[in-house]
């Protein structure tokens, strides 16, 4: 079969998509029901988080070509290379790589300190809690509380650059995030799906650790 | 139609594990905390009335707000050191007698430390003006916190862990209906 020129092709495989947007409605939830008073909802989406972070990050090394780390994380001659201009590919570009992991990173950081923290009234704990002091876990919630205004960084880093691409570039990020696919420029090899089994296999661990987590992470 | 499977297990995210946050319940609770079916005391609990005398002078105020920061961040202390003992393998029924005691102490004393002009107006303070604004709805909270916290008491003094964790989250639920509608973020 021949490909059209600037046919769309898919792009992003669904557990990606998936992730990205449930993250962002997690942590919308996130902050809106610790904001609103409902700390047990807020444990609970701090949880749904961390599967989805340890899904994605298996996912990194099962998944799709698009959502593999080793094909989209560069060194910094990668980087320099693609912003003259001389880059050519689907999925994250390398520049656009280093968000992806910022992003991760900061809110895995987030989760961490959510897990060992509790409340200031002594009502509410974190499922890690029990682990640390009570004094740690003051602290911990004390540094979630202003690591919340990194997060909100690098989002508002990330819309910036989502605008950017769209007004300067002339590219559109957001809809192929929703619906998996992009035009591609002729020549550009489209995305080679991941193994809806490895999918499956992957939340099924990430499930697991979760699960493992809220129950206190006892011994094995 | 693949993916189809992947999100019917994505699904079931939303549908596993079962917990409970509150700090004196373990995290996989399987006994309901509000199933405590026993017959409930027959003594009518008296709580303390609230305070409504503003205080005379300023430096009066002060004291009062400084009594009443200090009391509630040892009952936030004395909370976190029970929820802890209660959510381990083995409470230590020492360790909560002694923090019980530091609450059971202070929850009369909660009723004359909120006068009016003891507000934001006068001093720094997580007191919110609304207090005053609604006092019956506050008093009655503040009835409730105190009823709360001998039931506590009570609780504590049988030594059955399953009464004291009961009444530690009926307690931990007054301090909560309170603080969620009175009280603003404060930085110290």
């Known amino acids: ?220 | 139609m693949r993916f189809t499977t992947f999100a019917a297990a994505c699904a079931c995210v939303l549908l596993t594990g079962c917990g409970d946050w509150k700090s004196g319940q373990a995290n996989n609770a399987t006994a309901n905390i509000s199933e405590d079916s026993r017959p409930a005391p027959t003594a009518v609990a008296t709580t303390t009335a609230m305070r409504t005398t503003a205080p005379a002078t300023k430096e009066e105020a002060l004291e009062i707000m400084h009594e009443r920061h200090e009391g509630m961040e040892g009952m936030g202390k004395a909370t976190k050191a029970i929820g802890r003992e209660l959510k381990s393998d083995s409470p230590d029924l020492g360790v909560i007698r002694e923090s019980a005691r530091k609450i059971t102490d202070f929850a009369p004393r909660s009723a004359v430390l909120f006068p009016p002009g003891t507000g934001p107006d006068v001093g720094k303070t997580g007191a919110k003006p609304e207090i005053w604004q609604n006092a019956q709805d506050f008093a009655a909270k503040d009835a409730d916190f105190q009823r709360a916290a001998q039931a506590f008491g009570t609780a504590v003094s049988s030594g059955e862990l399953t009464a004291i964790k009961a009444k530690f989250a009926d307690l931990g639920n007054t301090c909560k209906a309170c603080h969620d509608k009175y009280r603003a973020k404060m930085k110290h």
């Open chain 1, 1 to 220: 079969m021949i490909r059209q020129a600037g046919a769309k092709q898919p792009v992003w495989d669904l557990p990606t998509r998936l992730v990205h947007w449930l993250l962002a409605c997690l942590i919308a939830f996130s902050w809106w029901s610790v904001e609103y008073h409902h700390t047990d909802w807020h444990i609970w989406s701090g949880c749904a988080i961390l599967t989805l972070l340890i899904f994605r990050l298996m996912w990194g090394f099962a998944g799709s070509s698009t959502a593999r780390f080793a094909n989209f994380v560069r060194g910094p001659v990668a980087i320099a290379n693609y912003w003259r201009g001389q880059w050519t590919g689907i999925g994250h570009n390398p520049l656009g790589a280093l968000s992806v992991l910022a992003l991760l990173l900061v809110t895995a950081v987030q989760v961490g300190l959510g897990l060992v923290a509790q409340d200031e009234d002594g009502i509410f704990m974190g499922p890690l809690a029990q682990l640390v002091s009570s004094d740690t876990s003051d602290k911990a919630r004390d540094i979630h509380e202003l690591w919340f205004y990194v997060l909100l960084g690098f989002i508002a880093l990330h819309l910036a650059a989502v605008a950017f691409y769209r007004v300067v570039r002339g590219k559109r990020l957001v809809m192929p995030m929703i619906t998996g696919r992009a035009p591609l420029e002729p020549g550009v090899k489209p995305m080679r799906p991941g193994k809806w089994w490895a999918a499956l296999a992957c939340l099924a661990v990430a499930l697991g650790v979760t699960r493992w987590v809220i129950a206190g992470a006892p011994p094995l």
